[in-house]
């Protein structure tokens, strides 16, 4: 997972607004897409192709006003493949003059896939993964996603299929986990001659929201948390008014949810360092990630 | 004048997309405002608070993707005089919606003054100055800018008035050329008391467009002129084909128009380096500046 930026708001010369992408096997997942998202994915050398999918929180500036250029950009680069724009029914309203007015010959279909933000459900789901949308509590609908990675494949270890002479047609059946019998009869293990794939990973994405326990089952035991922390508990109240959540309050989520990793973002404008953020959320959560521009997570 | 960005449609790590900043006495004027502009103005530490006009030349995203996101910082900055945003008439079809939608609690108010590109006029008019459109010719609807400064009152001789203990009520007068009469009846010429300001300067912006020499009744004799140079004279046809203009042809343009400096860019994402097209408009046009971002030119 790379971070493109995570900044709030007020645009800074530190911090881009939101962006992430999500990068996994032959596919790029984007996860908001804040002004200047597509020269950081220039920055990042991220193959502009590659991407077949965008999820888009909410409706703020900050976390979707990179759409336009991206969209322009792929039609320049003579993009021809759908691409989906997962987010609130609001995007439509949005996009579409814009798709209208700038985009008249675009080579490829931009097709929008209106969720309610409100509720925990399936978004997407295709050969390698399925994207839930966790309902957030925020100024505005809003809902974070959560990528579910399916099981992968048990490996074939080739020594022992080549012991037993297992003919090749067998292959797709051992690894959906049948047992093989020799001509003589004798019966293989599937264990034997496979060796389980790595446990398939979950990240979930949760940005931008007040603190919010509901969200804790959705996400409960992910390999990677994402979760705001615009704000240090001296500013608490801030927080509480503008329906953001502080390190602290980040922390206790990924505590609560007993994630693996937590890794937090979107910091106010206001803080020129933001080490003090992670170690409010360390005090709660150990070894909290301070999420920066450029940086790559693998859940 | 401070080129914030002369990139063209495809963005690069190198340049930005177009935008420009006309710093006049005690306001600023903005052309043009493509994606990643208002972080461009921190990075130059451009004063939010001073900006009062916007004019955009077309609508290309490249040259107005920016605007959501500074009319949103504006907001946030609390911001509370009128924003005037001068464009072709499609600008109301872009904007309205996007105000709409996420700026519905802006502290200040956007008014937009549709002009036609097609005609040259007097767009706007302030105690200092006035701006007009250049009619372009590009794919779409396009116009440039004229800025002409209006003429500065005359300096007052201070160690003049005060030999001829001329009053200070007759200052605005002498401002206004009027000579000096003493009590004794003495005429004392204004020429003696006074000394002319500096010559009011004219900048023309002219981007983007194909050659087109009837912009050049329009903009003779101009302090500075920018013109768009996308490509190269071996790329000729291409510039042609999508009504670009290339280094040779802006420096012919500034030639015949007899203008006093020219300033070339938006130059085309395929060139790493642009020095060869200073060159090339340097054979026609001695001495032509290559525009970068974070440039600072005088007219």
Known sequence: MNILGCGSALPTTRRMATSQIV???DKLYMIDCGEGTQVQMRRMRV???????IFISHLHGDHCFGLPGLLSTLGMLGRNGELVIHGPKELENYLRPILDIFCQKLPYSVR???????VHSLVMEDHSLKVYSIPLRHRIPCCGYLFAEKPKEPHIIR???????VPVRMMKELKMGADFITPEGEVI???R???PADPPKRYAYCSDTAYYPAIIPIIEGADLLYHEATFAESDAARAKETYHSTARQAATIAKEAKVKRLAIGH??????????????ADAIFPQTILASEGMTLRP
């Not at 929008?112 to 409100?118: G, Q, S, T, Y």
């Not at 020594?159 to 002479?165: C, K």
């Not at 910091?267 to 409010?280: C, P, Q, T």
């Open 267 to 280: 910091y106010s404008a206001r803080y020129e360092d933001v080490g003090f953020l992670k170690e409010e």
């Open 193 to 195: 001659l496979t060796r």
């Open 47 to 53: 193959r502009f192709g590659r991407l077949s999918h």
């Open 112 to 118: 929008l896939n209106p969720i309610d933000p409100n």
């Open 189 to 191: 293990p599937n264990a």
């Open 23 to 25: 990068d996994l096997r």
């Open 159 to 165: 020594e022992m299929t080549d012991f037993y002479n």
